[in-house]
């Protein structure tokens, strides 16, 4: 069971402080609302791409993925990761810890880091693959197997906790 908590809606309303962004977004199931308050320096990918955003490059209608580390302190609430994009259209991405003896993200993912694999810490800084282990950790793929669990071969991974 993954530590991360995921919501999906589209951008309705979108607001800048001196510090902060706010995104208001409605839920597509229910038509229930969820805010996302976003520090200047909140991770922000867009979801097919994987490259990261700028917030001036944020849309009204735009469709985003948020996700929240589930034992996060309330009053710090704000989302680990946040995937954009103009359509709902996404490639895999999973979040969470990694077992670098298993090889799996949470029990959900077996990922197999080739050289290929491009791997960053949260500043985007180029990291070795051993730094993973028992950290949470995004990972960014094409295709995957349907196998259980999937396996994939990731074009990218990011190092949330460093």
Known sequence: ??????????????????????????????????ILNLTKKMLLFHSTSYEPLLFRE?????????????LQPALMISPTLVLVNEEDLFYGNKVGTYNAETSLVEADLRINISPNTTILNEVGESIAAEM???????????????????QTTPQKIILLDD
Request: with cysteine; charged share 20%.
């Open 1 to 34: 069971m993954s530590n991360f908590i995921h919501f999906k809606g589209i951008l309705t309303e979108l607001h800048e402080t001196s510090s902060h962004f706010t995104l208001t977004c409605q839920k597509q199931e229910d038509n229930s609302i969820f």
């Open 58 to 70: 944020l849309k009204l209608g735009l469709v985003v993925h948020a996700y929240f580390h589930e």
């Open 132 to 150: 993973l282990d028992g950290h949470d950790i995004a990972v960014f793929f094409k295709m995957s197997t349907r196998s259980i669990p999937p």
